[in-house]
Each structure stands twice: as structure tokens, then as C-alpha cells.
């Protein structure tokens, strides 16, 4: 079986040498490192908190989606005045393009449940 604790060292021309020790049976967790890539998710103001709630709640996938079927409900019920500005109803009217195209996807993945507009 391969060592892959053993860094593995390579350059392309003119990058200079990269050395990473790749072990894919380990998880490396700490602060914005992730597994085998450096993931930047910004800045957070507490790190910790932040890793809890994307590993013991719900990932960013999961948060955003809640966040829209909460908006699409909102919309259904809410009483807009007719005569929205253009940039206001443009922003409505992309949110629910972006919303129903998410939904189609969801369909053709057969997710149990998704709200469209």
C-alpha cells in the first residue's frame, strides 16, 4: 500500500516546487483547512462557531435553501404595492428565476420536497 504521508514533491516550469503530503483517510480540520484543500469561507468572526453550525446543524447548501423557501413564502403572502421601482421588481423577479431554476434541478434529482414561486 502507497505512503501517503510522504509529501510528493513536483514543480511546474517557473512555479517553483510545491511539496503536500496527501493522506485521504484523514480529515484535517483547523480554522478554514479542510481535508486535502484549503477552503477560504471568509472571515468569521468566531471560527468556532461557525465549523459547529456548518458540521452540527446544517451546511451552507441547507442554510441558503431554508433561507429561500422562507423568502418564496414571504412572497406568496406578502401584499407588494403594484408600482414597485424597477431595480426593487428586477431584484424580485431574479430571485424567483434563480429560485425555480434551483427547484428544477431538485425535480430532476427527485429531492423530497422544494417550493417554486
Not at 514533491?9 to 480529515?27: C, E, V, Y
Not at 468556532?48 to 446543524?57: C, F, G
Not at 429560485?99 to 434541478?105: E, F, G, L, P
Request: aromatic share 10%; net charge neutral.
Amino acid at each position: 500500500m502507497p505512503d501517503f504521508n510522504t509529501p510528493v514533491s513536483f514543480g511546474f516550469p517557473f512555479s517553483g516546487n510545491l511539496t503536500q503530503a496527501i493522506n485521504p483517510w484523514t480529515a484535517n480540520v483547523s480554522g478554514n483547512q479542510w481535508s486535502l484543500f484549503n477552503v477560504n469561507l471568509g472571515k468569521s468572526s468566531d471560527t468556532k462557531i461557525e465549523h459547529s453550525s456548518i458540521t452540527d446543524v446544517a451546511s451552507y447548501g441547507k442554510q441558503l435553501g431554508r433561507v429561500e423557501e422562507l423568502l418564496v413564502v414571504l412572497l406568496k403572502y406578502a401584499a407588494l404595492p403594484p408600482d414597485l421601482p424597477p431595480d426593487e421588481a428586477r431584484a424580485i423577479h431574479d430571485f424567483k428565476c434563480l429560485v425555480r431554476a434551483i427547484a428544477d434541478i431538485k425535480q430532476r434529482h427527485d429531492a423530497p420536497h422544494y417550493l417554486r414561486p
